[in-house]
């Protein structure tokens, strides 16, 4: 099994510049999230998907984030325009979801530099 | 926003010792799990305790739950070099993982 996977694992872009991150996650995983990891610090959730449906984004900055998850598999989480503070590792996971504990599979993250 | 934090934030020892590291949260919870990251690596799943258990093992590490001081620990036997990463706690509350910072693990040859 392949795991969570992500691409691209790493991005530079200048400020005001769109990005794209992709996310796979684990088949059969009906729950994804998305975090984004500072420098030193522990992930941040963004957003978490049941499905295709986004159940908690509340912590996504929606002025200058989306994100999106058709067909309730593979997501996409975009920033436009990227800000120099948007500088970190973004963190897709999965797991199978329903009652229970959420034991979250992560993939290696896509590390995102903006100059 | 964090809901743990990590005692200590960084923690050096030499192979063979043991490693702990300790984790306090705000809320009541649901579950606390353990997560070790590897340099430029996703975080990787190590064990889960449940608010009704008090100690958990497995295979060297030991995590123990006191949830009337909202406080967890890890405790890494043995230590390898294998075990240098970064490990954080996560509280289950409400259908959402929170992350403390992490404690940065290094272990000396």
């Known amino acids: 099994e392949a795991g969570v996977v992500q691409s691209p694992r790493y991005k530079i872009i200048e400020k005001k510049q769109p990005v794209a991150f992709w996310c796979n996650p684990i088949s059969g995983h009906n729950t994804l999230y998305w975090y984004r990891q500072n420098l030193g610090q522990g992930p941040e959730l963004l957003i978490r998907?049941?499905?295709?449906?986004?159940?908690?984004d509340s912590q996504l900055p929606k002025d200058r984030f989306s994100a999106e998850r058709l067909k309730g598999v593979d997501s996409t989480l975009k920033i436009q325009p990227a800000e120099l503070g948007d500088s970190a590792v973004y963190l897709c996971?999965?797991?199978?979801?329903?009652?229970?504990?959420?034991?979250?599979?992560f993939g290696a993250g896509s590390r995102l530099t903006v100059l | 926003s964090q809901q743990g934090e990590e005692d200590p934030q960084a923690l050096s020892i030499q192979e063979g010792e043991n490693a702990t590291m300790n984790c306090s949260y705000k809320?009541?919870?649901?579950?606390l799990q353990w997560y070790r990251q590897n340099s430029g690596r996703g975080l990787v799943h190590l064990i889960l305790?449940?608010?009704?258990?008090r100690e958990k093992h497995s295979g060297r590490l030991r995590v123990t739950l006191d949830t009337s001081k909202k406080s967890s620990s890890l405790l890494i036997t043995a230590s390898r070099a294998a075990d240098t990463a970064s490990y954080f706690c996560a509280t289950d509350a409400a259908q959402k993982l929170v992350f403390g910072q992490g404690t940065r693990l290094t272990i000396n040859p």
């Open positions: 305790i449940r608010s009704n258990e």
């Open positions: 809320t009541s919870i649901n579950n």
């Open positions: 996971a999965s797991e199978t979801g329903g009652a229970g504990a959420n034991v979250l599979t």
């Open positions: 998907y049941e499905n295709e449906e986004a159940v908690d």
